[in-house]
């Protein structure tokens, strides 16, 4: 369970630009359930989700994980929930160019000294779980837009963590690839993982998988439904 | 959630950040590739100059060691004559002096091939190799060195084309001819010292020049104490005053000028080299490419450490500017000493006919190896992380802002 109490996030607080994204949220996410953050642009998804995702910290209110506070907790040891308990599905793919499919998918697990062997083995059963195993060579630019995505999946997904973060992740798919995703979501909530999806999509927020939708508004809940 | 931070093997994290940047290095092929050569020359024309310059420096301090202390001339109207072998018993009883030995040396100049020899006539007791401590400049095969022959250095034999068994034809003082047969060619320390040598046998070398038995071309001074060579010296002039004693000092010094000017050469060779290395690292470390940067966010978004990522850096830096490093110094060892600094060639002729293939013994030190080091290395791998430093701490969210390419 992951729980936001009155999280508040400001930027460039004390100058003239201070704004504040997050106006006080609190919430309650549910394990092994889909969780929609839905509001227009520039209500603060994308802010509250690097709030959940140990990514930034909020400057006010606490942020707990399984009943442990994070929102205090020094950069190396959020970095090291992040990548152990999260996996990023980014708007874009965000793969490293010039280097081999297989490669970044492997990429998160590189600083965690895995012996290679068994790494590359796990990366090659993960692309071989959403079909681009033929591609593993393949440098990242020749994928088509469809395959970069899963392939972000892979990577996200390779050091099998709890909770999977989704921002945007429809915003640059057609309709057909679209309904794939959640088809992808639909076996992540299968196998018990947690997802947290930011969109606008009514594709993906009227999704019969999705468990929850918090709407947003100008960095405020607007209210719950279900 | 497993949150306990699990022990990762150290050794396994810098491996798989190891692995990550020889990929990474691998996919710029081309830039990365000109980037080393780049780098590789650079270290190569340091260490051909670092090389050069110390080897010429150590074969005068051979030259040096193999110099007797004083020597004496005989001085008639201020000029340079045959020294008288009576005299040698007047020097023998000068405080101080351990031995006295006559020598019989002089130039020839040979128009044939425009060409000036230095003719010796090697000392009996010194003929071959000597323990290895006081090992003789050059030695030869003494028992090859009789009348009618000569024993010929290295560059002697390359001008004149000359090998064992062929012979010189020396015009001596009345214009007769006398040839003399190639017994052997000498093999020395430092062919500095030996290339124009001709070591002649003494009855020829007298014939050569009308030189009586009872004269010599000069004599040289062992001294017992060599903190007592100048009070020595001027005892010398004290009994002998028709002669000039030369003590090593002065060889030295002559010696010197004409090495610091090649040295000198070679400083400018290394500021050019340094210079452009400067540059070259000013440029690296001015900062990280757009790309670069994007590719940094990515790292840390997908859970790469701020250290994770200077690790990479340094790792990349580390293995650009070792593999430049060791590459630049084989070459140079390569060119200094095996193809006798072709390239530096222009600046290094014209001394004499004599030396056409300039060829030094190879002298490498650890310092000057860490020096190199020092100079190249450490200052390019500090210039790959600077400007990453300022690159990995954004935050890590940065990456989740990028919504196009
Ligand atoms: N680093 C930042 N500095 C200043 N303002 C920011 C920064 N990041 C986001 N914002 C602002 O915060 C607001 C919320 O942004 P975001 O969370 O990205 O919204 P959404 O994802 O819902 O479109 C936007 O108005 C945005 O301009
Ligand atoms: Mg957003």
Redesign the pocket.
């Known amino acids: 369970m992951i729980e936001l109490i009155n999280v508040k996030k400001v ?2 607080a004390g100058r003239p ?1 201070e ?1 504040t ?1 997050l106006g006080g949220i609190s919430l309650n996410i549910e394990d092994r359930k889909v969780t929609v953050l839905k ?11 690097c709030i959940i995702g140990c990514m930034s910290r909020p400057t006010a209110g606490r942020v707990r994980l399984d009943g442990r506070e994070i929102s205090g907790l020094p950069e190396r040891f959020l970095t090291d929930i992040r990548r152990k308990g999260f996996g990023f599905i980014f708007q874009v793919p965000n793969l490293i160019r010039g280097m081999s499919v297989l490669e970044n998918v492997m990429l998160p697990a590189y600083p965690l000294g895995e012996p290679h062997a068994r790494l590359k083995e796990r990366a090659i059963r993960g692309l071989n779980d959403f079909h681009v195993s033929t591609k593993a060579t393949s440098k990242v630019e020749w994928l088509s837009g469809g395959e970069a995505q899963r392939v972000a999946i892979v990577r996200a997904l390779i050091n099998d963590p709890d909770v999977i973060i989704a ?2 992740p429809t915003a640059h798919l057609d309709t057909h690839l679209s309904y794939l995703f959640m088809e992808i979501v639909e076996n992540f909530k299968k196998e018990g993982k947690t997802v947290i999806i ?1 969109s606008h999509d009514p594709l993906v927020c009227e999704s019969r998988i999705v468990d929850s939708v918090i709407n ?1 508004r100008d ?1 405020r809940i607007e209210g719950e439904s279900s | 959630m497993d949150y306990e931070t699990q022990m990762r093997s150290p050794i396994e994290r810098q491996r798989g950040i190891i692995d990550f940047t020889l990929s990474s290095l691998m996919r710029r092929k081309v830039k990365n590739v000109g980037l080393l050569c780049l780098y590789a020359l650079i270290v190569f024309i340091l260490a051909s100059a670092i090389f050069f310059t110390s080897s010429i420096k150590k074969e005068a301090s051979l030259i040096l060691r193999g110099t007797p202390e004083i020597i004496v001339q005989k001085m008639a109207a201020g000029r340079h004559d045959l020294f008288p072998l009576r005299d040698m018993e007047a020097v023998k009883n000068v405080r101080g002096v351990a031995a006295v030995e006559g020598r019989l040396w002089g130039y020839y100049f040979d128009d044939r091939l425009g060409a000036n020899y230095t003719l010796i006539v090697p000392p009996a007791a010194r003929s071959s190799a000597e323990p290895s401590e006081a090992r003789p400049l050059f030695w030869f095969n003494a028992a090859a060195l009789e009348p009618g022959t000569i024993v010929i250095g290295e560059g002697v034999a390359r001008v004149g084309k000359l090998s064992k068994g062929d012979s010189i034809a020396f015009t001596a003082y009345d214009g007769s001819t006398i040839d003399l047969k190639v017994a052997d060619t000498l093999s020395s320390k430092s062919e500095l010292v030996s290339s124009d040598l001709i070591l002649i046998g003494e009855e020829d070398f007298r014939k050569l020049f009308d030189i009586g038995k009872d004269y010599a071309t000069d004599i040289t001074v062992e001294v017992k104490n060599p903190r007592e060579i100048p009070t020595v010296a001027s005892k010398i002039t004290r009994v002998l005053p028709d002669t000039r004693p030369i003590v090593r000092d002065e060889i030295l010094r002559t010696y010197d000028s004409i090495f610091n000017w090649r040295g000198g050469m070679m400083i400018v060779i290394l500021s050019a080299a340094i210079l452009a290395f400067v540059i070259f690292a000013w440029d690296k470390a001015s900062g990280l490419s757009a790309e670069e940067r994007q590719e940094i966010g990515i790292l840390k978004a997908v859970g790469w450490e701020t250290s994770d990522v200077i690790l990479m850096k340094f790792w990349e830096g580390a293995i650009v500017s070792l593999t430049a490093y060791f590459a630049g110094v084989i070459l140079a060892y390569v060119h200094v000493f095996l193809t006798g600094s072709l390239i530096f060639e222009p600046a290094l002729k014209g001394w004499s006919v004599l030396y056409p293939h300039f060829s030094l013994t190879p002298f490498i030190s650890a310092e000057q190896l860490i020096t190199l080091f020092f100079l190249t290395v450490v200052p390019y791998t500090i210039a790959t992380i600077v400007p990453t430093w300022r690159a990995a701490i954004i935050d890590p969210d940065a990456a989740m ?1 990028q919504t196009g390419e």
């Open positions: 930027f460039n630009s704004f994204a509001g227009p642009s520039g209500s603060g998804k994308t802010t509250l989700l921002d945007e930011a947003m960095g | 802002r």
